[in-house]
């Protein structure tokens, strides 16, 4: 198959080269055909943890699986063409040892074919990071806002509120950046801590409840396109896709039940 300029899928040097050129376009997808209909605007795709609450109803995303995850990430694969795909490593896949995270991302990449993973920050990231890297596996990191931590931190906290907080988040991005992921996820920051935090490292950071100063920006597709009724105060909506699906429903049900549905031009 000849691979023509045009279906080019971005690189990991192509996201790099954007600091300081140009923002960055990110998205979460899930399934084949929402990849498809973003391929074309975004730089990146990431097949996000985010799929238990958005697509499977599970209350966080803790309880999301390796298997889950490989499952979207083949979907977003076949879906799209153009965006560089990035799958989510869930809650449990990586934070045991650096070679239970190689061993599970390996198979994230080989079973999808994606270009990269993600990893929420831990204390062994820097190590983690490394290790992955050194084997070929390029690392998008994640920072401020951790939502696999949920528990541990009794809830979703804004980060960098406090000077102790700032510090942690400056030294978090710069281990991160210095292991060799080759850009980072900043969420639900502050925003002047997040728009130090991309001054001070090499890489491109994706904000997602940070500042405007970040290098790109990421939100939930669903939640961008209205198809819930809460989403975070970071969120704008960009459709109201929910109203509308539930109108056309409505109007359908209403067809079927006067008889309505199907009329002669939808009849055999």
Not at 63 to 84: C, F
Request: charged residues 25%; aromatic residues 6%.
């Amino acid at each position: 198959m000849s691979h023509t300029s045009a279906t080019r899928r971005k690189t990991i040097k192509d996201i790099m080269k954007a600091k300081g050129h140009h923002k960055l376009v990110c998205l979460t997808a899930y399934t084949a055909p929402i990849a498809q209909m973003l391929d074309e605007h975004c730089d990146l795709l990431l097949v996000g943890d985010s799929v238990g609450m958005v697509l499977h109803g599970l209350p966080d995303t803790t309880a999301v699986t390796l298997d889950m995850m490989i499952m979207h990430g083949k979907a977003v694969m076949r879906g799209s063409q153009n965006a560089l795909v990035v799958v989510d490593m869930p809650f449990g896949s990586f934070e045991e040892s650096p070679q239970a995270a190689y061993r599970n991302a390996l198979r994230v990449m080989q079973e999808t074919g994606c270009q990269a993973v993600k990893l929420e920050y831990n204390s062994a990231a820097s190590e983690t990071i490394r290790f992955l890297v050194d084997r070929g596996i390029p690392v998008v990191a994640h920072i401020g806002l951790r939502p696999q931590y949920l528990h541990v931190e009794g809830g979703y906290k804004v980060a960098g509120k406090s000077e102790e907080s700032r510090k942690e988040q400056l030294e978090c991005a710069r281990q991160v950046a210095d292991a060799g992921a080759f850009c980072v996820v900043v969420e639900g920051t502050k925003d002047e801590v997040a728009r130090e935090i991309s001054d001070s490292v090499p890489i491109p950071t994706i904000g997602i409840g940070a500042s405007v100063d970040c290098d790109g920006q990421i939100l939930v597709t669903d939640d961008m396109l209205g198809m819930f009724d809460k989403t975070p105060k970071f969120v704008r909506k960009y459709a109201e896709l929910k109203s509308q699906i539930e109108q056309g429903v409505k109007a359908f049900a209403n067809d079927v039940r006067r008889e309505q549905f199907p009329a002669e031009n939808e009849t055999y």
